[in-house]
């Protein structure tokens, strides 16, 4: 699981992965422009891995701004590597082809270049993406995720996806398809939230030994929604310990902990609407800063 020259890193089925990639999540108090200008910002300055997703509902505008920089000759579709998801309501297999073709068509795309069952948690299939009783409790489904990748295998032997994986799985859901009969393609990779106060260690560890790669998304730190996040916990990048490696390397903060990632091994996900940190974090794949940058602890210890 080595870095290329091109700081790409080859997956257990030979197709590579850029290991720096941009994330087009989306909240809903940001306008879905804010999302496809930015993802065209990235595209110029740069990134070729694009992180998306069925859920997210900004297929169209990311299709847009990729289709765009293909048209003025910034990019060919083959440089773009594009992750799709799968949504939790799709997993019955015979519903897993239709929402891979549904976002295929909305980013106007002939392929996905990754597609990953975004989480192991099934959801009642329908129109509404987060299905909820009377009692506004979620509405769970019974599938079995072995079945969900034979359909996810479906689609790589069709040609409508490159590479398959999955997010968000532990040792045991991973271990329930590496063990799974019949098996044809493992995942290439597993995306889950990393960074410096949720290292993962033990699941990167599990990974590697599966020649699985790990993914990470909040590398700089948990999101801070009031939803899924105590507002009283530390936020990373106020660190003092991430701070004193900044300071020590002339780096900035984001920098360390992206570079972190990408020492261990794990491509790495970032995110941002703002065309300054878009540029800036960019710059840890820059050969100037690897050299400066080769000495820092592989392990931030926080």
Request: with cysteine.
């Amino acid at each position: 699981m080595e870095l290329d020259k091109d700081l790409c890193i080859k997956m257990n089925d030979g197709n590579k992965i850029p290991a720096l990639g941009f994330g087009t999540y989306c909240p809903d108090d940001v306008q879905k422009s804010k999302c496809e200008e930015a993802t065209k910002v990235a595209i110029e300055v740069g990134f070729r891995h694009i992180d998306g997703a069925f859920v997210y509902g900004i297929e169209e505008e990311v299709g847009r701004a990729v289709h765009e920089k293909i048209a003025d000759g910034t990019v060919k579709r083959e440089d773009i590597f594009y992750t799709g998801k799968l949504w939790n309501t799709f997993h019955r297999p015979e519903l897993v082809r239709s929402c891979l073709e549904q976002s295929l068509k909305k980013l106007k795309f002939d392929y996905l270049d990754l597609f990953i069952i975004h989480n192991p948690m099934s959801l009642k299939p329908g129109t509404d993406p987060l299905p909820k009783d009377e009692n506004g409790k979620l509405i769970f489904d019974v599938v079995d995720l072995r079945q969900t990748w034979e359909a996810m295998e479906a689609c790589k032997d069709a040609g409508l996806v490159k590479s398959i994986g999955v997010s968000n799985f532990n040792i045991r859901q991973l271990e329930m398809i590496l063990n799974k009969p019949g098996l044809k393609y493992k995942p290439v990779l597993n995306q889950v939230e990393c960074h410096p106060y949720l290292n993962q260690g033990k699941l990167l560890a599990f990974c590697k030994s599966k020649d699985i790669l790990l993914e990470a998304y909040s590398v700089l730190g948990s999101q801070r929604d009031k939803m899924w996040i105590d507002q009283s916990t530390p936020v990373l990048l106020e660190d003092p310990v991430l701070g004193a490696i900044a300071r020590k390397y002339n780096q900035s903060p984001a920098l360390v902990a992206l570079r972190y990632q990408l020492q261990r091994g794990i491509v790495v996900l970032f995110k941002s609407f703002t065309r300054k940190r878009i540029e800036e974090n960019l710059q840890v794949k820059q050969e100037g800063r690897e050299k400066r940058m080769r000495d820092t602890p592989p392990c931030v210890q926080i």
